[in-house]
Nanobody, 123 residues
Framework: EVQLVESGGGLVQTGGSLRLSCVAS????????IGWYRQAPGKEREGVAY????????YSEDSVRGRFTISSDNAKNTVYLQMNSLKPDDTAVYYC????????????????WGQGTQVTVSS
């Protein structure tokens, strides 16, 4: 059974930082790609950043590029999202998701999702 468990969310002031973690189990971690998505109140879920675990290739969406960094510790089956220079617009529930091999920016191509972790950025 695929499990993805996010943690690390919280309340932070504008300009602050948080590091989210996603611990994965139930599939071959090193043969997968992980995506971080977020959903703000009243908005659709949107992609944030993605990583191919086999070779470390990453992609970040324009809204977070230069502020957020995705990384992994394959020995711990864990993917991180380091979030710096946070803004109130970054307030959302953050989810991690996984698929085989390659990154996709299409939410519909991910089948398994974590329960999410709340990030709130105060102004």
């Amino acid at each position: 059974e695929v499990q993805l468990v996010e943690s690390g969310g919280g309340l932070v002031q504008t300009g602050g930082s948080l590091r989210l973690s996603c611990v994965a189990s139930g599939f071959t971690f090193s043969d997968s790609a992980i995506g971080w998505y977020r959903q703000a109140p009243g908005k659709e879920r949107e992609g944030v950043a993605y990583m191919v675990l086999r070779d470390g290739d990453t992609y970040s969406e324009d809204s977070v590029r230069g502020r957020f960094t995705i990384s992994s510790d394959n020995a711990k089956n864990t993917v991180y999202l380091q979030m710096n220079s946070l803004k109130p617009d970054d307030t959302a529930v953050y989810y991690c998701t996984a698929r085989q091999m390659y990154i996709s920016r299409r939410e519909s191509e991910y089948a398994d999702w974590g329960q999410g972790t709340q990030v709130t950025v105060s102004s």
